[in-house]
C-alpha cells in the first residue's frame, strides 16, 4: 500500500505532541512537558515561516510525520532544510514511511531552491542513523553544542 504525504493542518495537533512525546521518550528516555511541546508546535502553525510539518498517511490512516525548519547559509548563499521531530508509529516503520517523508522533503527543497538537507540524530539510534545512510545522507564532520538560556526548560519534566 502506498504512502500518502501531505501538510499537516492543525487538527493534526494532538497526533503530532503525543507522537513528539514519543519519540523524545524512545529515543533518549525524556518526558516532555505536553503543554510547552504543544504550544511550540502550535506555534509554527501559527507562523508558517517557521518551518512545517509533513504527515505520512498509510490507506487514509497517519503514521508518522516530520518537521521541516530552515537555517540560512551566507557560505552557500541559500536555505539547507532541517529535518526535525520525526516520528513514525510502532505499526508503520520499516514500511517505506520515512523513505516518502524524506522524499517528498527533497522534492519541496529542490523546487523551492535549497541547497542541502540537515538533521541530527540521538548518537545512540543505529536503526535511524542507517536509515538515513541508505537514503543517501552522509554524516557531516560538525558536533552541535547547545547553551539552555535562563527560564528556558526544553520542555523537560
Known amino acids: 500500500m502506498p504512502v500518502q504525504i501531505r501538510p499537516a493542518r492543525h487538527t493534526d495537533l494532538a497526533d503530532l505532541v503525543a507522537w513528539n512525546a514519543a519519540m523524545a521518550?524512545?529515543?533518549e528516555h525524556k518526558r516532555l512537558d505536553p503543554d510547552?511541546?504543544?504550544?511550540?508546535?502550535?506555534?509554527v502553525f501559527e507562523q508558517p515561516a517557521r518551518g512545517f510539518y509533513?504527515?505520512?498517511?498509510?490507506?487514509g490512516v497517519p503514521a508518522g510525520s516530520l518537521l521541516v525548519t530552515y537555517e540560512w547559509?551566507?557560505?552557500?548563499?541559500?536555505?539547507?532544510?532541517?529535518?526535525?521531530?520525526v516520528y513514525v508509529t510502532p505499526e508503520?516503520?520499516?514500511k517505506g514511511v520515512f523513505r516518502a517523508l524524506h522524499g517528498a522533503v527533497a522534492q519541496r527543497a529542490a523546487e523551492a531552491?535549497?541547497?542541502g538537507l540537515r538533521l541530527y540524530v540521538e548518537t545512540e539510534?543505529?536503526?535511524?542513523q542507517a536509515t538515513y545512510a541508505g537514503l543517501g545522507m552522509q554524516r557531516c564532520h560538525y558536533f552541535m553544542y547547545e547553551a539552555m538560556l535562563a527560564g528556558k526548560d526544553a520542555g523537560e519534566s
Do not use: C, K, P
Open 25 to 27: 521518550w524512545e529515543t
Open 36 to 43: 510547552t511541546l504543544r504550544r511550540g508546535m502550535a506555534a
Open 54 to 59: 509533513l504527515v505520512a498517511e498509510r490507506d
Open 73 to 85: 547559509s551566507d557560505w552557500r548563499d541559500g536555505d539547507f532544510w532541517w529535518i526535525q521531530s
Open 92 to 94: 508503520a516503520r520499516r
Open 113 to 115: 531552491g535549497a541547497v
Open 125 to 128: 539510534n543505529r536503526h535511524a
